[in-house]
């Protein structure tokens, strides 16, 4: 059974303790049913089943189950941590449209009046400031409980925490700092710039460099997954503080790909299949199962979210639940040219039976291509169609180092024009894309060629405030300012707004400009 001891695990750390949410005080300790020191004395090896927990919280809602949560909200698969990522990095963007419209779905897939009140705001912020302080009272607790291989336990720890506040930084720009040194402090914490959350995290990763392992279990962090998110970090930099970093992107970037041990799937579509755990491309991926770690919020997600019944046959994509809810706009399957007539694999990714090219309404499923980059199908022998999804979650996978290398060379970051050539067109041969020449290798062509390879992957809003497509009108795409064609909209978008209800909880944030 594929990924049974981790997924064992992922049980017991559900089963060990249910945390309280944190989102009305960030110093509230948690409530358990045993508190950890003494849990951790009766059973040191439980340590295993919280530190599961705590990786678990970026794919499940909650401890006990799909209708469980660890924050709150009227309904609970709507709160998990990738769920988030998902609505606020790809449905704002021009890749990925969703029809509900329900509670502000549609403030997001329109981008246009974003407000504090908007409940799919508040998830991701409150989702990271309930992981902050949950991952810091179990590092304050190690430090006077003895258990096995202890270093290498709060370096993930770490990186968990680490992970984050990286989204607090990519999407608020702002937030508090809750860290061992004032964990427990009953004032309200001051409010810390995007610049001193940004050099926390990268102190943070630099000191774990090192305690984390070349090579750990599957779905926990490794040499390669901290300097990957080093990288993202550093690659975003001149966004997040005003200093380009570019070099130090592509140094660990660099690191990534010559000593991680990683290569390219053969099959791009095995990295989104069910049994993609034995993908030798996939850095660190976030771990579902269609029965130990049921959720609404990992792929089930995705891979629910864009079938349906109406169009097509469900069962072809592993799923027995489909939603009727996501597609494609031709912003991204446009990229591809004639559906076709182009060799590139990944534009046979669109189901368009039934379907118009042109989203004329969004809130019309056969407007827009749905994706089935995703499936719940096994690419290596049978598989068994499910409500649940159990294909994994790539967060972090050997093609996008290769794009970012590109990138920061081409950014003035170093490296070897020649090798950054020959990195994306490995990417563009896996797929069955035509090579490129060194003449069409430039920024503009790295944008597209991370949309053609990453889309659905929850990257593609950074990646535009990067490239400074995102906000103003210099590029459009449908729907964006809620007009058919797309219209400007204003650069205060960047970040989005601070939830009322955390400014309500702290007298010391202050709302981002714009709201």
Known sequence: MKKLNTKIILGIGAMLFMFSSCTDDLNTEPKVELSIENLLAQDPNAIEGLLSKMYGTFALSGPNGPGSSDISGPDPGETAFLRSIINLQDFTTDNMKNRWGDDGLDQLTTTSDWDP???????????????????????????????????QIVGELRFIRALAYYYMIDCFGKGVLVTTENYGETSALPEASRTELFDYVEQELLAIEDIVPDNNGY??????????????????????????????????????????????????????????????????????????????????????????????????????????????????????????????????????????????????????????KFRNTNFNGPSTATSFSGTD???????????????????????????????????????HATAITSAQLNLDFILDERARELNLEGHRRTDLIRFGKFTGGSYLWPWKGNAQNGASIPATYKLFPIPQSALQANVNLTQNPGY
């Open 117 to 151: 009140n908007n409940k799919f705001f508040r998830y991701l912020y409150d989702r990271v400031y309930y992981i902050v302080p949950q991952t810091t009272n179990i590092i304050k607790v190690l430090d006077g409980v003895e258990v096995n291989n202890e270093a």
């Open 219 to 372: 779905g926990r962090a490794n040499k390669a997954t901290v300097r990957m998110l080093l990288a993202k970090l550093y690659l975003n930099a001149e966004v997040y503080t005003g200093n380009a970093r570019y070099s130090d992107a592509l140094t660990y970037t660099s690191k990534v790909i010559d000593e991680g041990g990683y290569t390219l799937a053969t099959n791009f579509v095995s990295n989104f299949s069910g049994d993609n755990d034995t993908s030798t491309e996939i850095i660190f991926p976030l771990i579902a199962d269609p029965v130990v770690s049921q959720s609404f919020g990992n792929t089930t997600y995705i891979v629910n979210g864009s079938t349906s019944t109406e169009t097509m046959n469900i069962m072809d994509f592993g799923t027995t639940d489909a939603w009727t809810g996501h597609r494609a706009t031709k912003a991204w399957y446009g990229l591809y040219g004639d559906l076709d007539t182009t060799t590139d694999d990944r534009a046979q990714l669109f189901w368009t039976e039934g379907h118009n090219y042109e989203m004329t309404d969004y809130k019309i499923w056969a407007d827009g291509y749905p994706s089935i």
């Open 393 to 431: 979650f790539p967060m972090f996978r050997l093609a996008d180092a290769y794009l970012m290398y590109a990138e920061c060379v081409l950014r003035g970051g170093g490296g070897s024009n020649t090798q950054a050539l020959d990195y994306v067109n490995e990417v563009r041969e896996r797929a």
